[in-house]
């Protein structure tokens, strides 16, 4: 309390006490023990109001949602990773950039959508890479006897950029039913996975925003445009 009465009476004593906070905040993550990726860490009342006020908006519409089963804690840790996500495609109209990740696959695991892949965060499922791959860029890997990649092939690119224009326009935004996130904060679902043969073609894609995307990999299920 006397802390809260001098920083109020004494405005260098406060600038002092903003920079002393300032100087302690930290983030540390690292993958744990159980499989998951751990995060602790301390912001400053300035970083962290930014932080709150984001997590907020993004977790707080799902409380309003009667078939969102997810828990608190879960709408935030979703949220979390919607801010990262949206930072990576871009946050402005036309500015979309590919996401820079790097995920190493057989190509039968792949296909089947069946497995466990490692990755620099701990290990994800086939069908979570089938997800990710959705539009991507591919190489192709040889590796020797010993798994030490011998060659890469030419990287292509899925989604040509004129394609995922085209399917901003037509779509707008998410095609799962009452969802409003915008285009360029969609992935580019394949409704047929290209490793399963299906075309990448207009009418074998649809917008879907990242948790609606998880969905139609886990259930398999086909979005309807109305």
Known sequence: MLAAW???????AAQAEAERLHEQRALHLSPSWSG????????????????LNVLQALSEPANLD??????????????????????????????????????TIP???????????????????AESARRLCCDATVSRV????????VEIGRATRVIPPALRRTLDLRDQHCTYPGCDVPARWCDAHHIIHWADGGKTCLSNLRLLC?????????????????
């Open 210 to 226: 990242s948790r609606h995307h998880s969905a139609a990999h886990q259930k398999d299920w086909h979005p309807q445009r109305e």
């Open 6 to 12: 001098k920083r109020h009476t004494d405005p260098q």
């Open 36 to 51: 998951m990726v751990h995060i602790n860490g301390d912001l400053d009342p300035d970083g962290g109001l930014v932080v």
């Open 142 to 149: 040889l590796l020797d006897p010993d798994r030490v990649p």
């Open 107 to 125: 190509w039968h695991t792949l296909r089947s959508g069946n497995g466990i892949i490692d990755t620099e965060a701990g290990p994800i499922g």
């Open 66 to 103: 009667p078939s969102d089963t997810r828990t608190p804690a879960q709408c935030r840790a979703d949220a979390l990773v919607e801010m990262c996500r949206r930072y990576e495609q871009g946050g402005q109209e036309g500015s979309r950039r590919p996401p820079r990740l790097l995920i």
